[in-house]
């Protein structure tokens, strides 16, 4: 899972050094294969660069409320979740469907909210 988090990580980090443009905070419509948005979440990233989309939001939901939607959500849309974590303060699930890896990281923010990072990208 670590792998991902860091491949995720640099991803946002090259994403927003290079001034990528954030677009204008709607949920990428690539993303609904993966899963619809979390339910009353705020949008405060997307980032989309060549074969991969990002997004980042809050919600003021527990944990393991908004993992057990997307670990539904994931499986109900034809994604096979090959690695998952639930710990304390953090969880996260990888999914996979043909060529594509989704990947669901919820962690605690400093304002108590949790924020949610979901990503599609190629295996």
Known sequence: MSKYMITCAVLVFFALSMNVALSGMEYPHELNQVSAPYPDAAITQTVQVPGNVMVGMESGDNLEKIFEF????????GWTISAETNQQGHSGLIGGKGSNNAVV???TGQSGKSMIMLMLAPK
Do not use: G, M, R, V
Request: hydrophobic share 35%.
């Open 70 to 77: 997307y670990k539904k959500n994931l499986a109900a849309n």
């Open 105 to 107: 990281n919820i962690s």
